[in-house]
């Protein structure tokens, strides 16, 4: 079974730019998750999308923007890019269900960010 | 203070040898709980979900205490290959997970 793919692997960008990463789940996922992971910190989330819709949304500017499409793969727009926005971008998924166990989060490979 | 706190180590440690790792959390309604595996300059994986009744998988051992909001990795019999950070993860409500900053292990031979 493939797992979660994301695109590109690696991104360069100029301040003030805008970004535009991309992830596809693992059949049969629905919900789609973005995380951030900056140099020397911890995993922050930043976005929960499942069927098509926004879920919940961590503590990020409105900069950062995304969307799910009806295949349930997903975008994170990230505009007006700042230095600080370098980072790793991880992508998860999990499958649909009401038990709390089946909601197991798997993450993509991520894509490096870095804004000069 | 940190929603999850883990003690950054590095623990070095010996092939064969026990390690125990800790981790607090602040949030009481914190619903789910698990141990994520990430090497270096890779994406997190799922090591095993905690429960409250503990949980064993080969040489792994979990196990969570909700009164005093705490969590445990117990890895026996250390290989070279168990080397990587480990990250100690609530889920709250709304899907969302919190990540701690990670306990490194350096198993060395």
């Known amino acids: 079974e493939a797992g979660v793919t994301q695109s590109p692997t690696h991104l360069i960008k100029t301040r003030g730019q805008q970004a535009t990463l991309r992830c596809s789940p693992i059949?049969?996922?629905?919900?789609v998750y973005w995380y951030q992971q900056a140099l020397g910190l911890g995993l922050q989330f930043l976005l929960w999308?499942?069927?098509?819709?926004?879920?919940n949304r961590g503590n990020f500017p409105p900069r950062f923007s995304g969307r799910q499409f009806p295949n349930y793969s997903s975008e994170l727009n990230v505009n007006a890019l700042e230095l600080e926005d370098s980072a790793l971008y991880l992508c998860?998924?999990?499958?649909?269900?009401?038990?709390?166990?089946?909601?197991?989060?798997?993450f993509g490979p991520g894509t490096r960010l870095t804004v000069l | 203070r940190k929603e999850v706190e883990q003690d950054p180590g590095p623990f070095n440690v010996p092939e064969g040898a026990t390690v125990a790792f800790n981790c607090t959390y602040s949030?009481?309604?914190?619903?789910?709980f698990f141990w994520y595996r990430q090497d270096c300059r890779k994406e997190p994986k799922l090591l095993m979900s905690?429960?409250?009744s503990g949980n064993e998988d080969g040489r792994f051992t979990a196990q969570l205490n909700r009164a005093s909001q705490y969590i445990s990795l117990l890895i026996r019999d250390s290989k070279l290959s168990d080397s990587a950070t480990y990250l100690c993860?609530?889920?709250?409500?709304?899907?969302?997970?919190?990540f701690g900053a990670g306990t490194i292990l350096r198993v060395k031979s």
């Open positions: 949030n009481s309604a914190s619903q789910s």
């Open positions: 993860v609530v889920k709250l409500g709304g899907n969302k997970l919190v």
């Open positions: 059949s049969g996922h629905t919900s």
């Open positions: 905690v429960y409250s």
């Open positions: 998860a998924s999990s499958s649909p269900g009401l038990a709390v166990r089946t909601d197991t989060q798997y």
């Open positions: 999308y499942d069927e098509g819709e926004e879920r």
